[in-house]
């Protein structure tokens, strides 16, 4: 187990990075392909417009999940700054889905339509990694939202250049990171044998959250296609799999920042 100490400035700018993570570093290298153009010239293509409107379907459930996540576990925050906190980061996911079901309707694509094929596996993800207390909560949002945030920026470094800007727009981070690494972190300074319980809840977390993100990629052909590299350029097979290795580096990174063994 790593230092269970207070956050040091150092470790704060660790987080700070990891919600930015080095995985999506190639959204920063000269675009080519799909990624060079904008939305009009993109979606003229029917197999693309058809994975983007997969993807942003996936995403606006996700972040309305989220938004229903994050209330109810501020019922089981400690005190009423906590309370508030977390109502707080859920209103902002909430906006985060706003924009996503505008940018829907603007591309003439129905909401609900876009959303429905991902409800049940998010909906069963969320129902079997249900946090039984407020630590475990703070460590679902944390580790697993960043997985799949993780597996999105990866995704928006090969999509146009409107879509990409959105996709990035609504993985900010909204405060729930650093909020809980120094809640986690000072709750294992007070009792370190908790530290060994929420690194097996992490563990667990991040194979659900994997399993989850394969079985929604899986079942949509045109979302699959795409990440393969049979419509967006960047991706193959050998490509995926250094995917999913540098999501799994970035998970170990954060659970040091949380004081917990990955």
Known sequence: MADQGVPLPGERAIVRTMETPDNAAAAAEEHTGIAAQDWARASAE??????????????????LAAFERLAEDAKLAPSLDDKAELAKMASAEFQHFQRLRDRLTAIDV??????????????????????????????KA???????????????????????????????????????????????????????????????????ALSQAQRVVADRDALSTMLVGGVADGFDLAEVGKMFSRITEAHTKRMAALGLAA
């Not at 029917?46 to 972040?63: I, N, T, W």
């Not at 609900?112 to 069963?124: K, N, R």
Request: glycine share 8%.
């Open 46 to 63: 029917p197999q693309y417009k058809a994975a983007v409107v997969d993807l942003l379907g996936a995403l606006a459930y996700g972040e």
């Open 142 to 208: 944390y580790v697993g939202d960043s997985i799949a945030s993780d597996f999105y920026r990866e995704v928006a470094a090969r999509l146009d250049s409107d879509t990409r800007a959105l996709v990035l727009t609504v993985l900010d981070d909204t405060g729930h990171a650093s909020f809980a690494v120094e809640k986690v972190r000072a709750a294992i300074e007070a009792e370190p044998r908790v530290g060994g319980r929420l690194a097996l809840w992490a563990r667990r977390l991040m194979g659900e």
């Open 110 to 139: 129905e909401p609900t339509g876009a959303m429905e094929p991902f409800a049940a596996a998010l909906d069963e993800f969320h129902r079997q990694t249900a946090p039984s207390d407020w630590l475990e909560g703070l460590v």
